[in-house]
Every structure is written in structure tokens, then in C-alpha cells.
């Protein structure tokens, strides 16, 4: 299960360091602990997770501002460059966005 957590703010300009992300898919935990929470300039209130250890884990999410379904991906957490794999149409559940394979989450 993959988790994203979102901080409440996610228009900032700048990357927000976040005391604490949780990025989980199908079951397994890649992240969890230190990360940066980055704005994207594609779409309305879209954003990144980047962890800080190495090999670094990310996800994107995706939100978009005609109620269309937010979506994410991610790069598969082998340390990949570019985040390739889909994680599918996910909703916000409290500092996360979840589906029945993925969980990202973001606290500061």
C-alpha cells in the first residue's frame, strides 16, 4: 500500500524540508523518515516527495484543480532517476494520499 501525505500548504515557491515522509506500495515500506516536500509547476497544487537518504525514493502527486482525479507516480523505489511507475488515481486522507496500493505522506 502506498501512501503520500500533503502538507496543508503546497503552493510555497521553494522546497519545504518536512520532518518526516512515508512513502509505502503494495505492501512495502521505501521511505520513512527525513524528506523534502518540492512544488511542481504542472498542474494545481502538485508536489513532490523527495527522500533524503540514498538511494533516494520520490513520488509525484498530482492535483488537479477541475476535480479531476489526483493521480500519482513514483520511481519504483530502486533509485531511479525519473518516477516511471504509476501509482494510480489517489485521495486525500488526512497528511496522506492513499489508494489500495499506494500511501505518501508528509509531516513537518
Known amino acids: 500500500m502506498i ?3 500533503l502538507l496543508a ?4 515557491t521553494s522546497a519545504r524540508n ?8 503494495d ?8 524528506c523534502e516536500f518540492n512544488p511542481l509547476d504542472e498542474g494545481y497544487a502538485s508536489f513532490q516527495v523527495v527522500e533524503k537518504a540514498e538511494p533516494q525514493t520520490f513520488a509525484y502527486i498530482y492535483v488537479n484543480q477541475y476535480d479531476e ?3 500519482g507516480v513514483w520511481n519504483g523505489g530502486e533509485g531511479a532517476t525519473h518516477a516511471h511507475d504509476r501509482l494510480g488515481e489517489l485521495r ?4 496522506c494520499w492513499v ?5 505518501v505522506c508528509a509531516w513537518q
Open 18 to 25: 518536512i520532518t518526516r515522509c512515508l512513502i509505502e506500495v
Open 69 to 71: 482525479p489526483t493521480h
Open 99 to 103: 489508494n489500495e496500493r499506494a500511501k
Open 3 to 5: 501512501v503520500v501525505a
Open 9 to 12: 500548504t503546497t503552493c510555497a
Open 92 to 95: 486525500k486522507d488526512g497528511a
Open 27 to 34: 505492501g512495502t515500506t521505501w521511505a520513512d523518515g527525513p
